[in-house]
Structure formats: structure tokens, C-alpha cells
């Protein structure tokens, strides 16, 4: 249908179909929270939000991607994955319960088997979706982590204020308050202790799909069973935290420091690392700009290191304005970009469009060098000594600053030779 390929259709449907989620996710949790339980668990529920969407994009800092796939991811996990997970866990717990009059062996099973499988499932179809859609934005292990936890945030969100709503107007009906309340230790348990918890589920789901994208191509059963068997992992681990109230009196606080926490700091490791290996890549792979005339010698180096990035942005900003450092950002961000499908096209991973997108990529870099470039000089100057100074074109044989004929440029962007149409990576 032609008409749904127009962008606008595309964003409209997408808005109505959160927009009408959120709103009956919304009547739900205040029918069975009050709406004074449900202003009191909102302004409980939000306090871990701004930390959680923080921390997840630090680890998105070295190859940002665009607000708006986190705008989606959040908006997914806290209107329609909760509402899935609600009306279908509602359903299935009350099905099992008539089926085997066991009301409470229900809620157990519905804690430990079927809430794991649908919340897990429901947070995974956001995940799916930018993968699929937003291909050129999903490139790693960071990507799928990134989006799978600001999903994970936003349906945590919305649950803990059914949770935290619940437990207040328990305390309204038997009276108690402060650190002996039912609010008390909801909040402790939810929100201090774990609100790292449907993260880093759903975390494990993003890593399949992240390695997924960093499968080739034509590795068409890995790109499949990588998500997957991230997807069972999500679950496995969301069922053992739901049913460790089950293990004994101290069964939760055992799964909490034997499992969750040793699990946290492992992840938590491995996505740091990974984020160390980009630099490396941006470090590795921009030199060949470099020799090309795109770069100058010091740039690899400041791109390379966060740190230095963030002096290029201040220095810009102390000396042209706001402006300038935004677009110091933009070029740092084309250029890890372009580092990043540099690697992919050299480890075979590149698609068919490999070439129209390191030209745009490119064009994209001189047009913001003006600013750039001595920002990025002077920044890796401060950072690393033994950096490159700036070169530009005086005496220099290569002639930095003007290209001169990687894949067909000269000059200020005017080709100099033909263009190739194929990808050099897969021809």
C-alpha cells in the first residue's frame, strides 16, 4: 500500500497506537490504585527514572544515537508492554486459577512462569522493532543494551506505580505509616534495592539482538537464534527473581546477592569494556581518512578518547557559541559513524549501501570542518601528547584537508573521479 510508506502515516500510527496505550494503562492502574495511590506511587515511581536513562546513555555517549529511538523505547516499555503484560497476565492467572481451583498455586504460577514470558516478550517487541526499522542505528552490543534498557525503565516505571499505588491504599485501609508501612517496604525492595532489576533482564535480550547486528549478512540462523536465546536468558532470569519469594524466608535476599548483583556487575563490566573496543575501533580506523586528506593527523587521536572529546565541545563553545559546539557533537558523532562502517566493511559485516553511506557520512565531515577541526586539534593536543599538531596542506605531500581521491573526492566535496558503485568490501 503506498500510502503507508509516507513517513508521516508511519509517526501518526506509531503516536496513536502509544498515545491510546497510554491512556488505558493510565484508567487501569488508577481504578485499582485510587488516584491518590496513583499520584503517590507516580511521584515514588519516578525518582530512579532520570539516574537509569542517564546511566544508559553515558554508555551511548561514544556513537549516540538519536532521541527519539529512546523516546520510543521508554514510550513502548511504559504504555504498551505494560498493558500487554497486564491484560495478559490478569487473563492467564485467572484462567489457571478457575481451571484448577488454586487461586494461590495461580498467582504462583503466574509470577514465576507466565509473567517472565509475556513481560519479557512484550519489552522484546520494541527492541525488534528498532532493530528492524532503524537498522542504521543498531550496529552493536551498546545499541541493544541502550534500547533495551530505556525499554526496560519505561515498563518498570508504569509497574512500579501499580506496585507502589497498591501498597498505599493497603496502608490507607490498616492504618500504618512510615517505616513499618507496606509503602515502606515497597519502596525499599523496588526502588532501592532493585531498580536495576527489569533492566537487566531485558539487557540480556538487547545483547542478543546486539550481536545479531554484528553478524554478517548471510549468517542468517545466527542472526536469528542470538535474539533468542538472549530472549530465554531474560526470561530464565526474570522467572528465578519473581519466584525467589518462594525459596524461603530469606530466599529473596539470597537469589539478590548470590545471582543479581554478581550478574549486574557482570554486564555492567562487559558493556564498559565494549565501549572501551569503540574507541579503539575510532581510533584504528580514521586514519585511513587521514591518509586520504579527510582528516587531519590529530583528529583520530581526539576522537578516539572521550575525554578529549569533551574539550573539543568546550573549547568551541568558549570561543563560537552554542552552535559550534553542536556542531563539534555532529562531527564527532559522523565520524564515529564512519569509523564504525569502516570496521564492518573490513570484518565483511557491510551492507549493500556500504558506499552511498560513507559518502554521505563523509560530506557530512566537510561540511562541519571549518569549526571542528581546530576544536579536535586543540583538544587532542591537551589530551595526548604526542598527538599530531594540525596540517593543513603547507608543505605536505598528501595535502591534509583537501581530499585528494579516496573513492573519487577533490576539493571541497566536487568529485574527481568516478564514484564506485559497487561495495569494495563485498565485490
Not at 68 to 90: D, E, K, T
Request: proline fraction near 6%; include cysteine.
Amino acid at each position: 500500500m503506498h500510502w503507508w510508506r509516507r513517513r508521516s502515516v508511519r509517526y501518526g500510527a506509531l503516536i496513536t497506537l502509544l498515545t491510546l496505550s497510554g491512556l488505558v494503562i493510565l484508567a487501569l492502574v488508577r481504578e485499582q490504585t485510587g488516584t491518590e495511590g496513583f499520584l503517590v506511587g507516580l511521584g515514588l515511581a519516578v525518582l530512579p527514572v532520570p539516574l537509569l536513562i542517564a546511566a544508559f546513555r553515558w554508555l551511548d555517549r561514544v556513537e549516540p544515537g538519536p532521541w527519539r529511538n529512546l523516546v520510543f523505547a521508554f514510550a513502548w516499555g511504559a504504555c504498551a508492554a505494560a498493558l500487554i503484560a497486564i491484560v495478559a497476565n490478569s487473563f492467564a492467572t485467572r484462567w489457571i486459577a478457575t481451571a484448577t481451583a488454586d487461586p494461590s498455586g495461580a498467582d504462583t504460577l503466574g509470577a514465576t512462569v507466565i509473567a517472565p514470558v509475556v513481560e519479557e516478550s512484550a519489552k522484546a517487541a520494541a527492541i525488534l522493532l528498532v532493530f528492524l526499522f532503524r537498522r542504521r542505528d543498531f550496529t552493536g552490543l551498546v545499541d541493544g543494551v541502550v534500547i533495551a534498557g530505556v525499554t526496560a525503565t519505561g515498563f518498570a516505571f508504569t509497574e512500579n506505580i501499580l506496585y507502589l499505588g497498591t501498597a498505599f491504599g493497603t496502608d490507607q485501609l490498616s492504618g500504618d505509616s512510615g517505616i513499618a508501612s507496606v509503602t515502606a517496604a515497597t519502596f525499599f525492595v523496588r526502588i532501592v534495592m532493585s531498580p536495576f532489576a527489569h533492566p537487566l533482564f531485558t539487557v540480556l535480550t538487547g545483547l542478543g539482538f546486539g550481536l545479531a547486528a554484528r553478524s554478517g549478512h548471510r549468517r542468517h540462523l545466527r542472526r536469528v537464534l542470538f535474539p533468542l536465546g538472549g530472549l530465554l536468558l531474560a526470561m530464565g532470569m526474570h522467572a528465578l527473581w519473581n519466584g525467589s519469594s518462594t525459596f524461603g524466608e530469606f530466599g529473596f535476599f539470597a537469589v539478590y546477592a548470590s545471582f543479581m548483583v554478581p550478574a549486574f556487575g557482570l554486564l555492567t563490566w562487559l558493556v564498559v569494556w565494549t565501549r572501551q573496543r569503540e574507541l579503539r575501533t575510532v581510533r584504528e580506523e580514521l586514519p585511513a581518512y587521514t591518509a586520504a586528506g579527510w582528516l587531519t593527523p590529530a583528529e583520530p587521536y581526539a576522537l578516539g578518547s572521550m575525554r578529549a572529546r569533551r574539550l573539543a565541545r568546550e573549547y568551541a563553545k568558549r570561543h563560537l557559541g552554542r552552535p559550534a559546539a553542536r556542531a563539534v557533537a555532529e562531527y564527532e558523532a559522523y565520524a564515529t559513524s564512519l569509523a564504525f562502517l569502516r570496521h564492518r566493511g573490513r570484518s565483511g559485516r557491510a551492507g549493500d549501501d556500504f558506499v552511498v553511506r560513507e559518502r554521505e557520512l563523509l560530506n557530512e565531515l566537510w561540511r562541519r570542518r571549518e569549526v571542528a577541526r581546530p576544536a579536535l586539534d586543540h583538544a587532542a593536543r591537551m589530551t595526548v601528547p604526542a598527538a599530531p599538531g594540525p596540517v593543513y596542506g603547507y608543505g605536505n605531500p598528501h595535502g591534509y584537508g583537501t581530499p585528494h581521491g579516496y573513492y573519487g573526492y577533490q576539493g571541497y566535496g566536487y568529485p574527481a573521479g568516478p564514484y564506485p558503485v559497487q561495495n569494495p568490501y563485498r565485490s
